[in-house]
C-alpha cells in the first residue's frame, strides 16, 4: 500500500475544531524540500513573540500589550489583547532542529525543512549480472 506523506496531518484536524475565532491566522504550504508557515502577528511588538517546539509540537506564543492612557475613553474596542499562542501538531519526517524564522511587517515566518530520510530519493537498482562465462551455442546435427 502507497501512502501519502503528509506531516500536518493533524493540522486540518485542528483547523476543523474551532477556526472561527482565530487571533493568529496562518498560511502554511510545501515549496520543495521546506514548508513554509506565515502568521499574522500585526500589532504585536516581535520581542514578546517566542517559538518553541517540544516533540512534534509546535507553539507559537505572542502577547499584544493593551493601550494604558488613562485619559482614553474607548468608543469601540475590537483588537484583542493578552497572551495568544497557536499549538500545531507537526508529522515525522521534518528537520526540528533546523526550523528558523524571521520576522516582516507583523507577520512571522517559519521554515520547516523536510528531513533528509524523508526526501523522495531514486533507488539504484542493481541487475545481478556477474561475469560469468555465457551458455554454449546450441549446434544442429
Known amino acids: 500500500m502507497v501512502l501519502t506523506f503528509d506531516p500536518f496531518r493533524e493540522f486540518d484536524r485542528m483547523m476543523g475544531a474551532g477556526a472561527a475565532g482565530l487571533a493568529m ?8 524540500d521546506h514548508f ?3 502568521c499574522d502577528l500585526a500589532g504585536i511588538d516581535p520581542g514578546s513573540v517566542q517559538v518553541d517546539v517540544d516533540r512534534r509540537v509546535l507553539t507559537i506564543r505572542a502577547e499584544r500589550s493593551a493601550r494604558t492612557d488613562d485619559d482614553v ?6 483588537r484583542p489583547t493578552g497572551t495568544f499562542e497557536r499549538r500545531i ?3 515525522d519526517g521534518l528537520a526540528l532542529d533546523q ?3 524571521t520576522w516582516q511587517d507583523g507577520v ?10 524523508a526526501k523522495p ?7 545481478g549480472d556477474r561475469h560469468e562465462s555465457p551458455a554454449p551455442a546450441l549446434t544442429e546435427s
Do not use: K
Open 36 to 38: 513554509i508557515l506565515h
Open 99 to 101: 526550523i528558523s524564522a
Open 25 to 32: 491566522p496562518i498560511d502554511l504550504y510545501r515549496s520543495g
Open 73 to 78: 475613553q474607548w468608543v469601540r474596542r475590537e
Open 121 to 127: 530519493r531514486r533507488i539504484p537498482i542493481s541487475t
Open 89 to 91: 501538531t507537526l508529522g
Open 108 to 117: 512571522l515566518t517559519l521554515t520547516i525543512p523536510v528531513a533528509e530520510a
